[in-house]
């Protein structure tokens, strides 16, 4: 059949879709269509959206084939990111059934997970016909896995659209050698930080590692950066290994020399520490056994690296050391790179090795012993000024999951608890007169509106212990009776403990150390400033960083920082038409903790109110942040014009005010050229918010108000 004479884009996805047609008259269609687009290239941006439509066709095996096609394309360079993630939508759907038929599957086998490939795929044929689309997702993973693996390749960003698929996916893999290739990819690094250290010269280089797919890679480059960034011999790779390890195209056959890694460097993870700061010494040493667990092998892959206070770590050891390579790529097209941010001196080294050392030490503990240890370690071994400003950092960084789990209470209560932290911090690190008996009597109602909400069973106890720390504070600082530290450290731990839970159950990837290394930075950074003397420029601005390394990505935003006068992080204009797409957008940013306007969050204050006026105050000064969705009726429609005069006019003072996202090609008049958009369809929309939430944390750091 042919495809240009007989039918049109989407008559071919409804023949593809038609059950009419067997698998065996819907293959040589897809194979048709992929001909005709890589013969007809002036028609391909209409093709391919025509073709995406068959994405969303409910057997998975059908719309696979659709899959499969625009896999194709990309590979070839003729679709774009956009594509790619259609084919991830599609993705999940698909992986997802296949993940059920395999959990239902190991379920009725006497060995469950450890049975044999052959018993589980026996079971699956078993129950195909009671779960038909699953048995079709199943079968359609062989043939069709690299549609999902070659945007996955060539589109990095789209990693984490299956990472919350990963603990399903490694299950899956043990019965479906095709998902290994995918599993493989969805964790391979990309532009994610590595600390490696080197005790032995007290140095050490903080980067990122993007896509290396065996530590043979890793090591070969973070020598070569060592040797570059040193200028050590020692750490110097040769020609044929740097090109083994990094070429995007290695050749299909090299000497068996190139092929292995000499160096004098072995690597540990960094639970090698001992408690002197040192490395294992050998077999015989007291810690652990150097060649054992705590060794980074070649066996093993860059995401098996333990990751701790927001890194992954490598610390190195001299040892004559051969690491042979086991030639093959798994993913060739990738080119394994290594950016340095910062080269850590002496003094920086010894810190992080210190803080090594005392996480090893609790880990190895009992789950109460660790709990007793971290506090002793954590307690506030400073004066007054400073033990209140440590505990009122402690319980602020608390706030923004306060707000986000505890939304149902009143705006009001929520800010008055920022208020309150904000005096208290006025008062004690930058010694301003502040109204001290505004904020105890704050706390005090904080304190008795949570014990009544308790009561009614409208708030949990977290609540009350919540709103009791904060009161401790304010009468710490402004009354006489000091604030009970470990009771304030213990509520921060439990609510902390409690974030990170529900995180890793939403598949975010959670580090709880991030939360004990700020701590320790507070106390170190607050324990080196003269408790007499006022602030400098420069000891207020490191004050201002509250997560040292860096904040987790699934910690809420708000509300960190003092936000000036602003009564919104987020507002967005919109035309009624792209309703859907707006309401999203607000309910996916105000997840992150952020405060928007939009319309539909703030029935209570529209009603009965003139509309010119309002909208005009929220763009022109109550919003830290406009979004503009552009579309075709957003250009024509009354109210969005409106916003538009009142955002464009304060464009011109304040140019970074303005995010616009773009739903089509329309031209907006006003918009200058040069302005850099958003596209914003379909799977886009998640990469729309990370961008948008950057931004309004960027320019709430740099508008801090302590």
């Not at 394309?73 to 038929?101: F, P, Q, Y």
């Not at 079971?123 to 999902?148: D, G, N, Q, T």
Request: aromatic share 8%.
């Amino acid at each position: 059949m042919n495809v240009t004479e007989d039918m049109s884009v989407l008559e071919l996805v409804g023949a593809i879709a038609g059950k009419e047609n067997s698998d065996d008259v819907a293959r040589p269609l897809a194979t048709g269509a992929l001909k005709f687009a890589t013969g007809h290239p002036d028609c391909l941006p209409e093709f391919i959206e025509d073709l995406s439509v068959g994405l969303s066709i409910e057997d998975p095996y059908r719309s696979g084939l659709v899959a499969w096609v625009l896999g194709c394309l990309i590979e070839l360079g003729h679709a774009e990111h956009r594509s790619g993630a259609l084919v991830m939508d599609w993705a999940k759907r698909a992986l997802t059934l296949a993940i059920n038929l395999h959990v239902a599957a190991c379920a009725e086998l006497p060995l469950g997970e450890l049975s044999t490939v052959e018993d589980v795929r026996r079971k699956i044929s078993e129950l195909a016909p009671i779960f038909p689309l699953e048995a079709r997702a199943w079968h359609m993973l062989k043939p069709f896995y690299p549609a999902i693996a070659t945007p996955l390749r060539l589109f990095p960003a789209l990693r984490k659209e299956l990472l919350r698929l990963e603990p399903d996916l490694a299950r899956l893999a043990s019965h479906y050698p095709e998902i290994h290739h995918v599993h493989g990819l969805i964790q391979m690094p990309h532009g994610e930080p590595f600390l490696i250290l080197d005790p032995e010269r007290q140095r050490g280089l903080d980067v990122t590692v993007s896509d290396v797919e065996s530590n043979f890679q890793l090591m070969a480059i973070v020598c070569d950066a060592f040797a570059t960034t040193f200028r050590d011999t020692d750490f110097a790779v040769g020609d044929a290994t740097r090109e083994l390890a990094t070429s995007p195209s290695p050749p299909s056959s090299a000497p068996p020399q190139s092929g292995r890694l000499v160096t004098d460097v072995m690597a540990f993870g960094w639970a090698a520490v001992r408690a002197d700061s040192g490395l294992p010494g050998g077999k015989d040493d007291w810690f652990c056994d150097a060649y054992g667990r705590h060794r980074i092998f070649i066996e093993h892959y860059p995401w098996n690296i333990e990751r701790r206070l927001g890194r992954r770590i490598m610390i190195l050891s001299r040892s004559p050391l051969q690491m042979a390579h086991c030639w093959g790529r798994n993913y060739p097209g990738l080119s394994p790179a290594i950016a340095v941010r910062q080269v850590l001196d002496a003094a920086t080294t010894t810190t992080w090795l210190q803080r090594f050392s005392s996480l090893a030490r609790i880990e190895g503990m009992s789950p109460q012993t660790q709990v007793e240890a971290r506090r002793d370690v954590l307690a506030p071994r400073l004066g007054e000024r400073w033990r209140i400003a440590y505990l009122c950092r402690a319980v602020r960084r608390m706030l923004p999951y306060i707000q986000q789990h505890w939304g149902e209470h009143p705006i009001a209560y929520l800010a008055a608890m920022h208020r309150v932290l904000c005096l208290i911090e006025q008062r004690v690190i930058f010694r301003r007169d502040v109204d001290g008996k505004l904020a105890e009597s704050l706390a005090a109602s904080l304190l008795d509106y949570s014990q009544r909400a308790y009561r009614g069973r409208l708030a949990g106890s977290t609540l009350v212990a919540f709103a009791d720390s904060v009161w401790q504070l304010a009468d710490g600082t402004f009354g006489f009776q000091p604030p009970d530290h470990k009771q304030v450290l213990d509520l921060v731990a439990v609510i902390w403990d409690q974030a990170a839970r529900k995180a890793g159950a939403s598949g975010d990837d959670v580090d709880r150390d991030v939360l004990w290394d700020a701590l320790l930075a507070d106390m170190e950074m607050l324990r080196g400033l003269d408790p007499d003397a006022p602030l400098s420029p420069a000891e207020a601005g490191r004050l201002g960083n509250f997560w040292p390394a860096g904040r987790p990505a699934w910690w809420p935003l708000l509300p960190e920082y003092a936000l000036g006068s602003y009564d919104y992080e987020v507002a967005i204009s919109f035309s009624g038409e792209d309703r859907d797409v707006a309401e999203r957008l607000a309910a996916a940013l105000r997840l992150r903790g952020c405060r928007i306007f939009y319309d539909d969050f703030q029935r209570a204050e529209l009603f009965g109110r003139a509309l010119t006026p309002l909208l005009e105050s929220v763009f022109r000064t109550r919003a830290m942040l406009c979004v503009v969705l552009i579309s075709e009726s957003y250009t024509v429609r009354r109210w969005p014009q409106l916003e538009w005069q009142v955002i464009r006019a304060r464009f011109e003072s304040d140019p970074a005010c303005l995010l616009p996202l773009r739903l089509d090609d329309s031209k907006l008049a006003g918009l200058p050229d040069e302005i850099v958009f958003l596209p914003l369809r379909g799977a886009l929309l998640e990469t729309a918010v990370e961008s948008v939430a950057a931004r309004v944390e960027a320019r709430m750091s740099s508008q801090l108000v302590l």
